[in-house]
């Protein structure tokens, strides 16, 4: 591959794809005077429109990156099951110190995306609790105001401010943890508590505050925290319980993302949620049986759609 000898400004980062967290970060970046590129299967400019949390809107325009500049810093809040794939597409363009910080539901394998890196490329991940949707294609609405929690996974260098400051700017407030697999585990708590039960019954989050619920979030709650305390993670399952309580609060009018996958036949991320729980669980050897009938249903559904 090609590229000139030019590499982006600090002040640029490449967004991939066009999910909502993805165009989130791109137009709050942009807000805060950075320069932001979509890289995209098909490399369009877009026209977005961007309504914040005063649900106030205003519109911006994301261009495609060139092709013929080596990428400095870019951001992948890809699908888990595309994150390998998205990686491997864009090593070809990226600076020999590139920064690549990935962003996904679930846990996946970090091994295959370390093996595509060159040693001064720096790996990060984000975990975020922004919400945002798009209500068209080329719209994004910023829901609910979050934060975001931030670790290197390759050795730290001098640069890495640049980094955290521009991950502030587009997700922020951002907290950096020296070990984010505590925030991953608990992520991953909520996500196989909401996502998978919100698809089945195709409803909002808010209805699993019902009681006839309470049982099946209770049992999947407790599993992944046994999982994850015997990986070296211990989780409270009352306190954990609480935290899914409270996003099923918060965020009563969404629909889960598993829930918007299913209902367009796309992929989802059950084999990142539900899936992770199970293959940690058979090789401890612990039964994790309500997370193994959300994995067996939605499958089920994605093969049969
Ligand atoms: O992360 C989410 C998702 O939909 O993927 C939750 C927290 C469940 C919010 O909908």
Redesign the pocket.
């Known amino acids: 591959m090609a590229l000139s000898s030019s590499t982006q400004s600090a002040l640029s980062w490449v967004i991939v794809g066009r999910g909502a967290i993805g165009l989130l970060a791109a137009a709050r970046l942009q807000q805060a005077g950075y320069t932001a590129t979509l890289w995209l299967k098909q490399p369009d400019a877009v026209q977005l429109k961007f309504t914040d949390l005063k649900q106030q809107s205003q519109h911006r325009i994301l261009r495609p990156q060139p092709t013929d500049t080596a990428i400095q810093r870019v951001l992948v809040p890809v699908k888990a099951y595309d994150v390998l794939n998205a990686v491997a597409q864009l090593v070809p363009f990226l600076a020999n110190d590139a920064q690549l910080v990935i962003s996904h539901?679930g846990i996946i394998p970090i091994e295959p995306l370390l093996a595509l890196l060159r040693p001064a490329q720096g790996l990060w991940f984000l975990s975020t609790?922004q919400?945002a949707y798009k209500p068209a294609a080329h719209h994004v609405v910023h829901t609910g105001e979050g934060k975001s929690y931030i670790t290197k996974l390759t050795a730290s260098d001098s640069d890495d401010n640049q980094t955290i400051a521009a991950m502030s700017a587009a997700l922020g407030p951002v907290n950096v943890v020296s070990d984010i697999y505590p925030m991953r585990w608990l992520k991953l708590a909520?996500?196989a508590a909401?996502?998978p039960l919100t698809a089945i019954e195709n409803c909002q989050?808010g209805q699993l505050a019902q009681p006839q619920y309470r049982a099946q979030i209770s049992a999947l709650t407790t599993e992944v925290c046994q999982v994850a305390a015997a990986l070296g993670y211990p989780m409270d399952p009352a306190n954990t319980l609480q935290t899914v309580y409270q996003?099923i609060s918060a965020?009563s009018d969404?629909f889960?993302?598993?829930q918007q996958d299913i209902q367009a036949g796309r992929q989802t991320e059950i084999v990142a949620i539900c899936g992770y729980i199970c293959q940690q669980a058979a090789q401890l050897q612990l039964a994790v049986p309500a997370n193994q009938q959300m994995l067996n249903q939605i499958l089920a559904k994605t093969t049969t759609s």
């Open positions: 539901n609790s919400a909520v996500n909401i996502n989050n996003v965020t969404n889960s993302s598993m």
